[in-house]
C-alpha cells in the first residue's frame, strides 16, 4: 500500500502526458495556455478576494468580533449554547482559518472531550465559509449580484450551527 501512495503522484504525471500524446494533443501547447488561463483566472478574483480578507481581518482586530460575542452571550447562555463556541459561529462563515483557529482555541481551553471541544469539532465541520466562496467562485464568473446566495448561504450555516448544537446535546448529554 506505501508503494501505491509512493508512486501513485509521480505515475499520474507520466501517464497523463503520454496518453495526450498518444492522442496526437499537444501538451506542452495545453499546458502552456491551461497556465496562462489559471493566471488570468487569479487575476480576475484576487481584488475579491483582498477585499474580503481586509474586511476579515478589520472585524476581528477592531474589536468588533469581541463585542458582538459579548452581546450574544447572554442569549447563548439561555440557550444552553457555550459562549466559547460564540466566535467560532461568528466566523466560520468569513474565514477557513480563523474558524480553525477559534475550534484550536476551544479545544485547548475546554478540552478535545469536553462539550463546547465536541460541539466546536462538529461545527467546524458541518459548515462552511459561506463569503470566501462566494467572493472566489462568483468573482471568477464575474457575478456582481449575489444577494439571494448570501442570504441563503448564511441561512443554512445558522441551520447547520443550530443542527450541530441539537446533535451534539442528544449525543454528548452534559
Known amino acids: 500500500m506505501e508503494a501505491i501512495s509512493t508512486w501513485g503522484i509521480p505515475c499520474l504525471l507520466l501517464l497523463i502526458p503520454l496518453a495526450a500524446l498518444r492522442k496526437g494533443l499537444p501538451v506542452y501547447e495545453l499546458f502552456v495556455s491551461g ?7 487569479c487575476l480576475g478574483i484576487f481584488p475579491n478576494l ?3 480578507l481586509l474586511v476579515i481581518g478589520l472585524f476581528r482586530e ?6 458582538l460575542s459579548s452581546c450574544l452571550t447572554p442569549l ?10 460564540l466566535p467560532l459561529a461568528l466566523l466560520r462563515p468569513l474565514s477557513g482559518s480563523g474558524a480553525l483557529a477559534a475550534t484550536a482555541d476551544i479545544i485547548q481551553t475546554c478540552g478535545p472531550d ?33 444577494g439571494n446566495a448570501l ?24
Open 50 to 52: 483582498l477585499a474580503m
Open 35 to 41: 497556465a496562462a488561463e489559471g493566471a488570468r483566472l
Open 114 to 146: 469536553s462539550f463546547p471541544g465536541f460541539l466546536a469539532s462538529v461545527m467546524q465541520g458541518s459548515t462552511d465559509t459561506t463569503c470566501y466562496v462566494l467572493a472566489v467562485y462568483f468573482g471568477s464568473v464575474g457575478i456582481k449580484k449575489y
Open 76 to 85: 447563548f447562555d439561555r440557550l444552553g449554547v457555550p459562549a466559547e463556541v
Open 151 to 174: 442570504s441563503l448561504g448564511l441561512a443554512a450555516d445558522l441551520f447547520s450551527f443550530i443542527s450541530a448544537f441539537v446533535v451534539c446535546r442528544i449525543l454528548f448529554p452534559m
Open 62 to 67: 477592531s474589536g468588533a468580533l469581541a463585542a
